[in-house]
Nanobody
């Protein structure tokens, strides 16, 4: 079973940047797509970004496209989320998770297809 630990959150002004990290342990995640999700108070957990097991494909919702970039370093068993041009509406707890399927061909944004949820890292964007 994979264990994931997110870090890098914090308080930032609107327009600023943060880089989140997700370190995996327990097993390698190099053969699994990885995803980032976020959950604001009173809202459902929503998809933010995903990267294929090879790193060759990424996926983002329109709300963060062009501002967020997901990447991975399989040698370090770590996934990153670079967040630029942050907005107050980006305020949430950010979680990473691993795809349940080995070497999935197409990236999925479906929350139930991911596992190994970490404790999350808080991102707060002030206006």
């Amino acid at each position: 079973q994979v264990q994931l630990v997110e870090s890098g959150g914090g308080l930032v002004q609107a327009g600023g940047s943060l880089r989140l990290s997700c370190a995996a342990s327990g097993r390698t995640v190099s053969n699994y797509a990885m995803g980032w999700f976020r959950q604001a108070p009173g809202k459902e957990r929503e998809f933010v970004a995903a990267i294929s097991w090879s790193g060759g494909s990424t996926s983002y919702p329109d709300s963060v496209k062009g501002r967020f970039t997901i990447s991975r370093d399989n040698a370090k068993n770590t996934v990153y989320l670079q967040m630029n041009s942050l907005k107050p509406e980006d305020t949430a707890v950010y979680y990473c998770a691993a795809d349940r399927r080995f070497r999935r061909v197409l990236i999925t944004a479906t929350r139930s297809e991911y596992t190994g949820w970490g404790q999350g890292t808080q991102v707060t964007v002030s206006s």
